[in-house]
């Protein structure tokens, strides 16, 4: 089984929803004790390496075209739990 949870970036404005710092403890709980695997991307910073970085991860660059304006640059990780 794969999962994907999307939650959003963290200390990221304009979701409109508020996701504490609790939400995504939680979630590095549940992946950790899944039956299956789980892929997570993640905006790059110091608060979610701490938390997701047991599951190894990458670092990607990416480019955000909508809400913070043309062509800006990021970087995301990404973790995968097995």
């Known amino acids: 089984m794969l999962f994907f949870p999307d939650p959003p970036c963290w200390k990221v404005e304009g979701y409109g929803q508020a996701f ?6 939680a979630l590095a709980s549940v992946m950790a004790g899944l039956i299956g695997t789980a892929v997570l991307t993640i905006n790059d910073h110091p608060d979610m390496r701490r938390l997701f970085d047991r599951f190894g991860g990458k670092t990607v660059p990416i480019r955000y075209t ?3 304006g ?3 640059a990021r970087r995301e990780r990404i973790y995968a739990t097995s």
């Open 20 to 25: 504490g710092l609790e939400q995504y403890e």
């Open 66 to 68: 909508m809400g913070a």
């Open 70 to 72: 043309p062509n800006v």
